[in-house]
């Protein structure tokens, strides 16, 4: 998922025993015996009790409040007893009460000889009946939902006959279940017929599936999907672009996967080939344009496989969502989830299926144990994004997309707490949600790009490609990472790393010093045009832009003083029609300076942006700008106006800063 600068606050995470757990012999850190195969993870029967152990490795005493690692706090499942192995799912899209209702059968694996009550995450779900037992032969079985926690939901505790290893639980979601959104025909972009998303990430899937909803449990799963005879559905599955329209589709997900990468969409769609297996589905409107901007997906899978190893889920296809999707996009496996709003035209915004397509190997393939590990997931990805974009379209853009992810890096690091800028962050008792910050993403990148820096691009990209094999279809902790490092470049190049430093980039806040600084050269011969034009030594017609990129406007506008004046506005506005643009990216960074100098010339457009767009990482800058430039009355005008079109996520997170919730 591309991040959306969510704005996390949080206890302090560092305490000596964590960091020297985080050295030699990491696996001996978990109190609870993994099942084997897997990373080492494991989580306690109820995900909000949490009772504290000390810690000693090599001499330095853990912190007691410290998070265990490989614990899962933000699942009730009890993965110590039992694993779901596979899904079998029956749902039908009732659009007129906005509820999917079926059934979910789990094949569930016994990790011991006892046999308690089996737990699962859920979140505002009916179960009306539950059924277990072994293979066909099942039986009614008594079942009880426990106290509803804020961020968690509710735990579903079914009691097992004696070696069950089946269970079907028939239920029903709600309709404002926080992972699905449904939409109105005038929401879409033919107007014609109504729309369905699923949103999975972080812990969603629990409200559309009862289930194990902890990214340490892979499951494959199968699918039927019932659907209005008209619209096509489609998942992270296998899809087939020629299914009949007969409201009923079949789906096979043969590679395990976790539970937040289960992913529905429902529409009018349709399908257009991209290459040999790419493809994208979307709304006829907007389907040839997606091709069309989109094209050179293949060519990005093909060196991604050459340089980090094969691409391991048979196709790799787009699905363009209405513009209330509230990320950039989402990696769901074979089928990634894709905002509108990257379509600009002239493929300035392509970075984003750079980053969906990386997850296939970091992220989808290894997966991080618990939301403190997203960095594993985030911080790779956004490292083999840039290494794609360069593949692709030559060292200028690589340099660009770096330099403009580090400058936001340095924004999110000046906007929070030292407690909050940890990669392995502490997310204890909070909704997991909030660990979506350049943190994970460009911390994580910039500390990968350091360690190819020290010991070698073509070794490090060796060192890459073994990691995704070492670890390929499991879920692992940043312990179970730093022991693989330590047992690889570590020991290969003693001479060039050291865990301390490695500890540092980890466990500690900010950037470590002598970190790179990555720049472009495109980027700092604006610095003077810009100083010239503030200083009224050149005129805004007399800059030469013809060639710029978006990366380049984004550059020259977020580098602007916090104020400028009427005359400063409406010489820049006029000159390059600011206001108007097409490029959602260029239109937010100056919308951003319209709502801190009250140029009320914008006031039309920042109100239709805001309408007509879910995606946080523009909406949410935008509501906290207004708000903190006393626009407080405006804020909740537009935003009780927009509210209906919003998905459920975007309520929340905006809610919170319009109303203080």
Same mark, same amino acid.
């Given at each position: 998922?591309?991040?959306?600068?969510?704005?996390?606050?949080?206890?302090?995470l560092?305490?000596?025993?964590?960091?020297a757990?985080?050295?030699?012999?990491?696996?001996?850190?978990?109190?609870?015996? %993994?099942?084997?195969?897997?990373?080492?993870?494991?989580?306690?029967?109820?995900?909000?009790?949490?009772? #504290?152990?000390?810690?000693?490795?090599?001499?330095?005493? %853990?912190?007691?409040?410290?998070?265990?690692?490989?614990?899962? $706090?933000?699942?009730?499942?009890?993965?110590?007893a $039992?694993?779901?192995?596979?899904?079998?799912?029956?749902?039908?899209?009732?659009?007129?009460?906005?509820?999917?209702?079926?059934?979910?059968?789990?094949?569930?694996?016994?990790?011991?000889?006892?046999?308690?009550?089996?737990?699962?995450?859920?979140?505002?779900?009916?179960?009306t009946?539950?059924?277990?037992?072994?293979?066909?032969?099942?039986?009614?079985?008594?079942?009880?939902?426990?106290?509803?926690?804020?961020?968690?939901?509710?735990?579903?505790?079914?009691?097992?006959?004696?070696?069950?290893?089946?269970? #079907?639980?028939?239920?029903?979601?709600?309709?404002?279940?926080?992972?699905?959104?449904?939409?109105?025909?005038?929401?879409?972009?033919?107007?014609?017929?109504?729309?369905?998303?699923?949103?999975?990430?972080? !812990?969603? %899937?629990?409200?559309?599936?009862?289930?194990?909803?902890?990214?340490?449990?892979?499951?494959t799963?199968? #699918?039927?999907?019932?659907?209005?005879?008209?619209?096509? +559905?489609?998942?992270?599955?296998?899809?087939?672009?020629?299914?009949?329209?007969?409201?009923v589709?079949?789906?096979?997900?043969?590679q395990?996967?976790?539970? $937040?990468?289960? +992913?529905?969409?429902?529409?009018?769609?349709?399908?257009?080939?991209?290459?040999?297996?790419t493809?994208?589905?979307?709304?006829?409107?907007?389907?040839?344009?997606?091709?069309?901007?989109?094209?050179?997906?293949?060519?990005?899978?093909?060196?991604?496989?050459?340089?980090?190893?094969?691409?391991?889920?048979?196709?790799?296809?787009?699905?363009?969502?209405?513009?209330?999707?509230?990320?950039?996009?989402?990696?769901?496996?074979?089928? @990634?989830?894709?905002?509108?709003?990257?379509?600009?035209?002239?493929?300035?915004?392509?970075?984003?299926?750079?980053?969906?397509?990386?997850?296939?190997?970091?992220?989808?393939?290894?997966?991080? %144990?618990?939301?403190?590990?997203?960095?594993?997931?985030?911080g790779?990805?956004?490292?083999?994004t840039?290494?794609?974009?360069?593949?692709?379209?030559?060292?200028?853009?690589?340099?660009?997309?770096?330099?403009?992810?580090?400058?936001?890096?340095?924004?999110d690091?000046?906007?929070?707490?030292?407690?909050?800028?940890?990669?392995?962050?502490?997310?204890?008792?909070?909704?997991?949600?909030?660990?979506?910050?350049?943190?994970?993403?460009?911390?994580? @990148?910039?500390?990968?790009?350091?360690?190819?820096?020290?010991?070698?691009?073509?070794n490090?990209?060796?060192?890459?490609?073994?990691?995704?094999?070492?670890?390929?279809?499991?879920?692992?902790?940043?312990?179970?990472?730093v022991?693989?490092?330590?047992?690889?470049?570590l020991?290969?190049?003693?001479?060039?790393?050291?865990?301390?430093?490695?500890?540092?980039?980890?466990?500690?806040?900010?950037?470590?010093?002598? &970190?790179?600084?990555?720049?472009?050269?495109?980027?700092?011969?604006?610095?003077?045009?810009?100083?010239?034009w503030?200083?009224?030594?050149?005129?805004?017609?007399?800059?030469?832009?013809?060639?710029?990129?978006?990366?380049?406007?984004?550059?020259?506008?977020?580098?602007?003083?916090?104020?400028?004046? &009427?005359?400063?506005?409406?010489e820049?506005?006029?000159?390059?029609?600011?206001?108007?643009?097409?490029?959602?990216?260029?239109?937010?960074?100056?919308?951003?300076?319209?709502?801190?100098?009250?140029?009320?010339?914008a006031?039309?457009?920042?109100?239709?942006?805001?309408?007509? !767009?879910?995606?946080?990482?523009?909406?949410?800058?935008?509501?906290?700008?207004?708000?903190?430039?006393?626009?407080?009355?405006?804020?909740?005008?537009?935003?009780?106006? &927009?509210?209906?079109?919003?998905?459920?996520?975007?309520?929340?997170?905006?809610?919170?800063? !319009?109303?203080?919730?």
């Open positions: 998922m591309l991040p959306q600068l969510f704005n996390p606050g949080l206890g302090r560092i305490g000596a025993g964590l960091l757990c985080s050295l030699a012999t990491l696996s001996a850190c978990g109190k609870k015996e %993994a099942e084997p195969g897997t990373s080492g993870t494991a989580t306690p029967e109820s995900a909000t009790e949490y009772q #504290a152990e000390d810690l000693q490795k090599e001499g330095a005493m %853990a912190e007691k409040n410290a998070p265990e690692s490989g614990v899962d $706090y933000h699942s009730f499942a009890n993965t110590d $039992y694993r779901v192995k596979h899904l079998d799912l029956d749902l039908t899209a009732d659009f007129d009460n906005k509820v999917l209702k079926g059934e979910a059968i789990l094949d569930i694996k016994r990790l011991n000889q006892k046999n308690p009550p089996l737990i699962l995450d859920t979140r505002d779900i009916d179960v009946a539950v059924r277990a037992g072994v293979g066909d032969s099942l039986q009614d079985v008594k079942f009880s939902l426990g106290k509803k926690d804020p961020h968690l939901g509710t735990p579903l505790k079914i009691n097992l006959p004696k070696g069950a290893s089946k269970v #079907a639980i028939q239920y029903q979601t709600s309709p404002g279940a926080s992972g699905v959104q449904w939409l109105e025909p005038q929401q879409t972009a033919g107007k014609k017929h109504p729309f369905l998303f699923t949103q999975a990430q972080a !812990i969603h %899937a629990r409200s559309f599936i009862p289930l194990q909803d902890t990214p340490q449990v892979r499951m799963y199968k #699918a039927t999907i019932r659907t209005p005879q008209e619209l096509r +559905a489609v998942m992270s599955a296998n899809n087939d672009p020629e299914a009949e329209l007969d409201g589709f079949e789906f096979e997900m043969p395990a996967i976790p539970s $937040y990468l289960i +992913a529905i969409g429902i529409g009018n769609l349709d399908f257009k080939a991209m290459g040999e297996r493809g994208v589905y979307a709304e006829p409107e907007l389907l040839d344009a997606a091709a069309k901007e989109f094209e050179d997906t293949e060519d990005m899978l093909e060196v991604t496989e050459q340089n980090f190893g094969p691409y391991r889920w048979d196709r790799y296809d787009l699905l363009i969502l209405p513009p209330s999707f509230p990320f950039g996009g989402m990696e769901n496996p074979r089928l @990634s989830f894709i905002t509108p709003t990257v379509i600009a035209g002239d493929k300035s915004l392509v970075a984003l299926i750079a980053h969906e397509l990386a997850h296939s190997w970091s992220g989808n393939l290894i997966t991080n %144990a618990s939301w403190r590990d997203l960095w594993l997931n985030e790779f990805t956004t490292y083999l840039n290494r794609i974009m360069q593949f692709v379209y030559g060292d200028e853009r690589y340099q660009m997309e770096m330099a403009l992810g580090y400058d936001d890096l340095k924004a690091l000046d906007d929070r707490e030292d407690k909050d800028e940890i990669m392995a962050i502490d997310l204890r008792g909070r909704d997991p949600d909030e660990v979506f910050s350049n943190i994970p993403y460009e911390k994580g @990148s910039l500390f990968l790009y350091e360690l190819e820096q020290k010991v070698g691009r073509e490090f990209d060796k060192f890459l490609m073994e990691y995704f094999n070492h670890f390929a279809f499991q879920s692992i902790t940043t312990e179970d990472f022991k693989y490092l330590d047992d690889t470049l020991k290969q190049y003693p001479d060039k790393l050291d865990r301390a430093r490695i500890q540092q980039w980890i466990f500690e806040p900010g950037i470590p010093e002598g &970190a790179p600084q990555p720049t472009s050269d495109a980027f700092t011969k604006l610095d003077p045009i810009r100083e010239q503030l200083n009224g030594e050149m005129k805004a017609g007399d800059i030469d832009t013809k060639g710029w990129t978006f990366h380049q406007w984004k550059y020259f506008l977020d580098g602007m003083p916090e104020k400028l004046s &009427a005359d400063q506005l409406q820049l506005d006029s000159t390059f029609d600011l206001t108007q643009s097409k490029n959602n990216e260029i239109a937010f960074s100056w919308l951003m300076i319209a709502v801190r100098n009250d140029y009320q010339p006031n039309a457009r920042l109100e239709d942006f805001l309408v007509s !767009i879910g995606r946080n990482k523009f909406l949410r800058p935008l509501y906290r700008n207004l708000v903190e430039n006393g626009k407080t009355d405006e804020a909740k005008r537009i935003f009780e106006k &927009a509210k209906p079109g919003y998905h459920p996520l975007t309520v929340k997170v905006n809610s919170k800063i !319009i109303y203080g919730d």
